[in-house]
T-cell receptor, first 117, second 112 residues
Framework: DAGITQSPRHKVTETGTPVTLRCHQTENHRYMYWYRQDPGHGLRLIHYSYGVKDTDKGEVSDGYSVSRSKTEDFLLTLESATSSQTSVYFC????????????????FGPGTRLTVL | DQQVKQNSPSLSVQEGRISILNCDYTNSMFDYFLWYKKYPAEGPTFLISISSIKDKNEDGRFTVFLNKSAKHLSLHIVPSQPGDSAVYFCAGTQGGSEKLVFGKGTKLTVNP
C-alpha cells in the first residue's frame, strides 16, 4: 500500500460540466501520474508530475488539465466533460528512489469511475 | 503506433495447469519490462519485472521470459490458481523516462 487515495471513487456528471478528480498520497513521492483505462485500450497516460508545479503531457492529454500545488495532491480537471471521457481514472506514484527510478515501477490508487451523460 | 502489444484479449486455463501470457513490443529502446495484475474495481498491482540484460526472472509461481531478438516477453504462472483470475498488463519503459507504456491487457480466467 503506497498510501494513495482517490476521490471521488464514483461520479456521474453531465456533458459540458467541469469535473475535478483528486489524488492524494501520504508518503511524499515525487512522481505522480494520471491514467485512464478503457476497454480495448488498456492504460493510457494522461498527464504526469515530477514535482510541485512541474507537470507534463502524456499520450491522451487533450481535454484534460492538471495541477500540483502540494507534493501530496495531484488534481485532474476536465474543463468541460464529454461522453468520450467516460472512463476509469487511475492515479499512480513512483517514489524516485534509485531502484524505482531505474525500473519506473509505479503504484496505483483504487481508481475513480467517471460517467459523463 | 502501439509500442506494447498483447494480442490475446483473453485466456482460459484449468486450475493447476500453466498459464502463459504473451507480450510483444516494438520500441527497441525499452530496457525494462513490468507485469501488472488487475482485479475488477481495484487499481493495478505490480507483479514482476525484468531488465533487458536478463532473459528470465522468477518469483514464486511467476516467471517472466524475455527474448530481445524477437522483442517478445511472456509471463508464466505455474501452477495456476483461481485467485490468479484477473487482467494482466505488460508494460515497457526506457531508462531515464518517467513513463510506462502499457499493452491493452489480457484477461486470464482460471477455472476450478
Amino acid at each position: 500500500d503506497a498510501g494513495i487515495t482517490q476521490s471521488p471513487r464514483h461520479k456521474v456528471t453531465e456533458t459540458g460540466t467541469p469535473v475535478t478528480l483528486r489524488c492524494h498520497q501520504t508518503e511524499n513521492h515525487r512522481y505522480m501520474y494520471w491514467y485512464r483505462q478503457d476497454p480495448g485500450h488498456g492504460l493510457r497516460l494522461i498527464h504526469y508530475s515530477y514535482g510541485v508545479k512541474d507537470t507534463d503531457k502524456g499520450e491522451v492529454s487533450d481535454g484534460y488539465s492538471v495541477s500540483r500545488s502540494k507534493t501530496e495532491d495531484f488534481l485532474l480537471t476536465l474543463e468541460s466533460a464529454t461522453s468520450s471521457q467516460t472512463s476509469v481514472y487511475f492515479c499512480a506514484i513512483r517514489s524516485g528512489t534509485t531502484n524505482q527510478a531505474a525500473t519506473n515501477e509505479q503504484f496505483f490508487g483504487p481508481g475513480t469511475r467517471l460517467t459523463v451523460l | 503506433d502501439q509500442q506494447v502489444k498483447q494480442n490475446s484479449p483473453s485466456l482460459s486455463v484449468q486450475e493447476g495447469r500453466i498459464s502463459i501470457l504473451n507480450c510483444d513490443y516494438t520500441n527497441s529502446m525499452f530496457d525494462y519490462f513490468l507485469w501488472y495484475k488487475k482485479y475488477p474495481a481495484e487499481g493495478p498491482t505490480f507483479l514482476i519485472s525484468i531488465s533487458s540484460i536478463k532473459d528470465k526472472n522468477e518469483d514464486g509461481r511467476f516467471t517472466v521470459f524475455l527474448n530481445k531478438s524477437a522483442k517478445h516477453l511472456s509471463l508464466h504462472i505455474v501452477p495456476s490458481q483461481p485467485g490468479d483470475s484477473a487482467v494482466y498488463f505488460c508494460a515497457g519503459t526506457q531508462g531515464g523516462s518517467e513513463k510506462l507504456v502499457f499493452g491493452k491487457g489480457t484477461k486470464l480466467t482460471v477455472n476450478p
